[in-house]
């Protein structure tokens, strides 16, 4: 799957524009909140923000930046998820949960060392996930991919118990977003 695929699967998902009052972020279009938008250099209403400018920002910031395209060189469905989670709640969230899973499944640092959980992906991270890659190969992809799910469903749920008002959006994350 390229990243052009996964845009055009997360803008579909999105929908158009929204202004959930319970919804912190505000007004929003293609997923992306209006703070984000403004910060890219987008002034008019959120109701009109073009399609392939929402594209361009979820390429820069939610893939480039945080280099998980270079996570997808080595597992593409791990970048996949990256991807789909920090689009959702920030691209260092979902590095961390990356780093989280690794420094969990390195067996006591016996297959890799363990590394930061710093929410960016840099040459330690990558050396990880290599080494996770080489030991456990491609069936490793898959339980990587479900421990990172598993935090994610995690971090939803206390999101919810945390603002009642994020239980509106609950089952949405759980339906849309995890597995």
């Known amino acids: 799957m390229d990243i052009d695929s996964l845009i055009d699967a997360l803008i579909e998902r999105e929908g158009g524009y929204a202004d959930h009052p319970a919804d912190r972020g505000g007004p929003t279009r293609f997923g992306i909140t209006e703070t984000v938008a403004r910060a ?30 270079a996570v997808g060189e080595r597992a593409p469905s791990i970048a996949a998820e990256l991807f789909d989670t920090g689009a959702n709640m920030g691209p260092k969230v979902a590095a961390a949960f990356l780093q989280r899973a690794l420094n969990a499944l390195n067996r006591g640092a016996r297959d890799y060392a363990d590394i930061a959980v710093d929410g960016r992906i840099g040459p330690a991270t990558l050396a990880a996930l290599d080494g996770f890659l080489r030991r456990r190969g491609r069936t490793g992809e898959t339980v990587l991919l479900k421990a990172i799910e598993a935090l994610q469903g995690e971090r939803y749920l ?6 009642p008002a994020n239980e509106a959006f609950l089952y949405g994350w759980l339906a849309n977003r995890v597995g």
């Open 158 to 163: 206390r999101l919810a118990e945390s603002r």
């Open 40 to 69: 890219n250099g987008y002034d008019g209403a959120m109701r009109h923000l073009p399609r392939d400018t929402a594209a361009a920002i979820y390429r820069r910031l939610y893939w480039t930046r945080p280099r998980f395209d």
